[in-house]
């Protein structure tokens, strides 16, 4: 495959953007290293790279591109946004509109506010959690990422119940301290956590289903029980739903598990390809936010028209009749194919699916949580990146992101990438 142009681009962007990548995961390192592709257009389900390779696409920009690329609602909704001006600093009618839409598609967000990114909706939750009660702890799980404020940029401590230390140069220990990060699917753990330090806790933050130690399932009775003992312990619960929110359905994933958290954070599908987040939940709460309460949160792009208009028109296509049912059955047939070529090859994979999106693990252990997720073979999971890439199939660079089918992918395009994968397990070995 040719990479020249791609490798020159990556060289000279190293000179003047750091790491040449302005979001780290974005790069090759955890894949075996090498430039990154460089992508030049993007259509339905396809990318093609500055070399002038086509790819079938699945990393779906990290989650936003459910409709599949350059999606022809979508796009004329943003040219009509930007024919009429794309940032007014003013109310809008665009706004009104589409809070309505969210709410409407999601039960219990009596407010929302609109942001600009997932990290600054989960990091106002937090803040908002904590004005709410008074409180100043925070609970998370392993493996999961809630954007790149300080507070969530802290790794677990060393035991269950002790307090987390920074993952991150520049996040201070005293910030760290505040934050308690355990296991997922793990209720002794979350029990003895919240028996230590319950009472001062401000939230817990749930990926609800999680998307970012793979797709990972709650198992039965686990949330019921977060939720539970949080409501004892005056905890507030927070759903980040920026990559589960309109991802199975037209709705949260909070609906589907039939649980109601607190709080919501919302980003990536909601924008339609434009940067968005978004956060709300019950009025007593959210009323907390400035200019009604203490709580102080603002944005100079926030709810900006582009983003409104790009985003209702993502959902107005979310709304086409069987469209999530079409993500599940091309999904199923994705995941069995994969399993198929893996037998026939003597690969050990584990797939992790719900509807149109699914994590090839490296491993023939069930994966709950995120030890086992970072156990499985990364070494493996580079080389079939690359051979996949080789082939004609761009995924996410990194074990633990999931394979996002578009409502623009075909059977064919599935049927060519279990080519593509048949190939790469042939030769992975
Ligand atoms: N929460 C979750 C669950 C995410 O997956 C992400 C991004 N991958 C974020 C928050 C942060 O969103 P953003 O990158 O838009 O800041």
Redesign the pocket.
């Known amino acids: 495959m040719e990479r020249t142009n791609s490798e020159a681009i990556y060289a000279e962007a190293c000179e003047h953007i750091v790491g040449g990548v302005n979001s780290p995961s974005r790069g090759y390192k955890a894949v075996g290293g090498g430039a990154p592709t460089v992508m030049e257009r993007a259509e339905g389900p396809y990318f093609w790279d500055v070399d002038g390779n086509k790819f079938i696409d699945y990393l779906g920009a990290?989650?936003p591109i459910i409709t599949g690329h350059a999606h022809p609602h979508i796009t004329a909704a943003v040219t009509k946004a930007a024919e009429n001006g794309l940032l007014y600093g003013t109310p809008t009618k665009h706004e009104v509109k589409f809070a309505k839409m969210i709410k409407e598609a999601i039960p219990g967000l009596d407010k929302v506010r609109f942001v600009n990114?997932?990290?600054?909706?989960?990091m106002t939750t937090i803040r908002v959690s904590r004005a709410f009660t008074g409180r100043t702890k925070i609970m998370k799980f392993a493996g999961?990422?809630?954007?790149?404020s300080d507070l969530v940029l802290v790794a677990a401590g060393s035991g269950p119940a002790t307090l987390g230390t920074p993952d991150s140069a520049g996040v201070p220990k005293t910030i760290a301290e505040e934050v308690i990060t355990i296991p997922f699917n793990n209720p002794e753990a979350f029990k003895a956590a919240m028996d230590k330090w319950g009472d001062q806790i401000a939230c817990i933050l749930v990926?609800p289903i999680v998307?970012?130690f793979g797709i990972v399932e709650p198992q039965e009775g686990f949330l019921p029980l977060v939720h539970e003992i949080a409501k004892e312990k005056g905890a507030l619960i927070v759903y980040?739903e920026?990559?589960t929110a309109f991802r199975f359905h037209y709705g949260s994933a909070a609906e589907l598990l039939g649980l109601q958290p607190d709080l919501m954070?919302l980003?990536?599908i909601i924008g339609g390809g434009l940067p968005i987040?978004a956060y709300g939940g019950k009025s007593e709460i959210m009323d907390t936010v400035a200019p009604l309460g203490p709580a102080y949160q603002a944005g100079t792009m926030a709810g900006n028209p582009a983003s409104m208009l790009s985003g209702i028109a993502c959902l107005e296509v979310l709304q086409t009749p069987d469209l999530y049912t079409e993500l599940d059955r091309l999904g199923a047939m994705l995941e069995e194919g994969i399993l198929q070529a893996a037998k026939k090859h003597h690969v050990p994979i584990t797939i992790n699916r719900k509807c149109g999106a699914l994590t090839v693990f490296f491993t023939e252990e069930t994966i709950v949580n995120y030890d086992q997720a970072e156990a499985t073979d990364g070494e493996r999971f580079g080389k079939f990146f690359k051979l996949l890439l080789k082939n004609g199939v761009n995924l996410a660079p990194s074990k633990y992101e999931a394979w996002f089918i578009t409502s623009a992918h075909t059977e064919k395009d599935i049927q060519d990438t279990l080519v593509a994968v048949d190939l790469a397990f042939a030769e992975l070995l």
Not at 117 to 122: I, L, M, P, R
Not at 144 to 148: A, E, P, R, S
């Open positions: 990290y989650g990114s997932g990290t600054e909706a989960v999961c990422y809630h954007g790149h990926e998307g970012n980040d920026v990559i954070a980003g990536k987040g």
